[in-house]
């Protein structure tokens, strides 16, 4: 036993320096084939980098194209670049489902502590106004995943445009947008005036030379010199280009170095990428789904044939309470449901089949055996 546990990092030092570098959450010096993007952010952000108001942009597009690192990287080179103190927030709205819950998120984050509620967003965004003059400083919030806080009746797009209101002239408050769909069709016509009729940016999926240069960059980086081969890294980049996807890219390559190191081989290579990418790597964020999410997805798996939302929804409580979790509201379930279609884990449509009022039939995009691993990323 003593030996056994002497030789695990042994060998993982011998493959990976930095396993921190293959995931996404890590920031790279460099983006690679996004200075359009870059150029709309720029251009978008005028004001903020003049002083004289707040500036809003909005980068929508597939899962996995570079808009949470464009955003964050622009970010953060405003923070050595201007000559005042910006401060950066970002927070994923995957479950907020209100402009206001979001807002929340971002303060909690600034000032360290848990969101707030029971306040209205124009509190809040007083609030951040007032957290900004005590900081003398501008703050940049980057929204991630805002897809789900557009659903509801509360306009985001006006919500942003009193950020100038609340500073009195002298907007300090910036935000990001980041979706999958360019949610400014769900704004109000005076929400999306505001907001600019031309001001987004849609992502194009990665071609596969993209993917292969930004994977090649990151194993550079991540692996110890003569660990990894060439081979190993065009296979994850003609896998992720199926859907032009870099994250998955870089999934692959950590699954492989993992596969690699149990299989005790010396290099990553190809074929453990291939093995990798035949199973639960296909499945898009199994990673960051929360456990409602995953409880879900559970229920619905126990059928091979679509599910009413009724059922479906009876089957999910029955699992979160086997779970010892208390189960989501019925709206927050709709809510959720929206969001998991809208990721393409799962595909929801009108009955219209002898079923009253707003009843879907259900059915799973996630394969078997994704599914099946899916203990793996708890």
Same mark, same amino acid.
């Given at each position: 036993?003593?030996?056994?546990?002497?030789?695990?990092?042994?060998?993982?030092?011998?493959?990976?320096?930095?396993?921190?570098?293959?995931?996404?959450?890590? #920031?790279?010096?460099?983006?690679?084939?996004?200075?359009?993007?870059?150029?709309?952010?720029?251009?978008?952000?005028?004001?903020?980098?003049?002083?004289?108001? *707040?500036?809003?942009?909005?980068?929508?597009?597939?899962?996995?194209?570079?808009?949470?690192?464009?955003?964050?990287?622009?970010?953060?080179?405003?923070?050595?670049?201007?000559?005042?103190?910006?401060?950066? &927030?970002?927070? =994923?709205?995957?479950?907020?489902?209100?402009?206001?819950?979001?807002?929340?998120?971002? #303060?909690?984050?600034?000032?360290?502590?848990?969101?707030?509620?029971?306040?209205? *967003?124009?509190?809040?965004?007083?609030?951040?106004?007032?957290?900004?003059?005590?900081?003398?400083?501008?703050?940049? #919030?980057?929204?991630? !995943?805002?897809?789900?806080?557009?659903?509801? =009746?509360?306009?985001?797009?006006?919500?942003?445009?009193?950020?100038?209101?609340?500073?009195?002239?002298?907007?300090?408050?910036?935000?990001?947008?980041? $979706?999958?769909?360019?949610?400014?069709?769900?704004?109000?016509?005076?929400?999306?005036?505001?907001?600019?009729?031309? =001001?987004?940016?849609?992502?194009?999926?990665?071609? !596969?030379?993209?993917?292969?240069?930004?994977?090649?960059?990151?194993?550079?980086?991540?692996?110890?010199?003569?660990?990894?081969?060439?081979?190993?890294?065009?296979?994850?980049?003609? &896998?992720? $280009?199926?859907?032009?996807?870099?994250?998955?890219? #870089? !999934?692959?390559?950590?699954? %492989?170095?993992?596969? &690699?190191?149990?299989?005790?081989?010396?290099?990553?290579?190809?074929?453990?990428?291939?093995?990798?990418?035949?199973? &639960?790597?296909? $499945?898009?964020?199994?990673?960051?789904?929360?456990?409602? !999410?995953? %409880?879900?997805?559970?229920?619905?798996?126990?059928?091979?044939?679509?599910?009413?939302?009724?059922?479906?929804?009876?089957?999910?409580?029955?699992?979160?309470?086997?779970?010892?979790?208390?189960? +989501?509201?019925?709206?927050?379930?709709?809510?959720?449901?929206?969001? +998991?279609?809208?990721?393409?884990?799962?595909?929801?449509?009108?009955?219209?089949?002898?079923?009253?009022?707003?009843?879907? +039939?259900?059915?799973?995009?996630?394969?078997?055996?994704?599914?099946?691993?899916?203990?793996?990323?708890?």
């Amino acid at each position: 036993m003593k030996q056994e546990t002497m030789h695990t990092p042994e060998r993982a030092s011998r493959l990976l320096r930095d396993a921190s570098l293959l995931e996404c959450a890590t #920031l790279p010096e460099r983006l690679v084939d996004r200075t359009d993007a870059c150029a709309y952010l720029e251009e978008s952000f005028a004001a903020c980098i003049r002083g004289s108001g *707040s500036s809003h942009a909005l980068l929508y597009g597939p899962v996995g194209t570079g808009k949470t690192v464009v955003a964050r990287r622009f970010a953060a080179d405003l923070q050595s670049r201007l000559d005042r103190r910006v401060l950066v &927030a970002y927070v =994923n709205g995957r479950h907020a489902t209100t402009p206001t819950m979001l807002l929340a998120e971002a #303060l909690g984050t600034l000032q360290g502590r848990r969101r707030l509620r029971g306040f209205s *967003s124009w509190e809040i965004v007083q609030d951040l106004h007032r957290y900004a003059e005590a900081k003398d400083a501008d703050i940049v #919030l980057v929204l991630d !995943e805002v897809d789900a806080v557009t659903r509801g =009746n509360v306009d985001l797009g006006y919500v942003l445009s009193r950020f100038d209101e609340a500073g009195r002239g002298r907007g300090r408050i910036h935000a990001i947008l980041i $979706a999958q769909k360019d949610i400014r069709e769900r704004f109000t016509p005076g929400g999306r005036s505001t907001f600019g009729y031309t =001001n987004a940016h849609a992502f194009e999926a990665y071609p !596969e030379d993209v993917l292969r240069c930004i994977l090649a960059e990151r194993a550079e980086a991540a692996f110890t010199p003569g660990r990894i081969a060439e081979a190993a890294i065009d296979a994850a980049a003609t &896998a992720a $280009a199926q859907r032009g996807d870099a994250r998955l890219g #870089l !999934e692959l390559l950590r699954g %492989a170095a993992c596969l &690699a190191e149990r299989d005790g081989s010396s290099q990553v290579e190809a074929r453990h990428v291939h093995r990798v990418s035949s199973g &639960a790597s296909h $499945a898009p964020d199994l990673g960051r789904l929360s456990s409602h !999410e995953r %409880a879900f997805l559970a229920a619905l798996h126990v059928s091979e044939t679509p599910v009413t939302t009724g059922a479906l929804e009876a089957r999910y409580a029955t699992a979160c309470q086997a779970a010892g979790t208390k189960p +989501l509201c019925h709206s927050s379930f709709w809510t959720m449901m929206h969001r +998991l279609h809208d990721r393409g884990l799962i595909h929801a449509q009108l009955s219209g089949k002898g079923n009253a009022g707003t009843t879907h +039939l259900i059915r799973s995009l996630v394969p078997d055996a994704a599914l099946t691993a899916m203990e793996t990323y708890k």
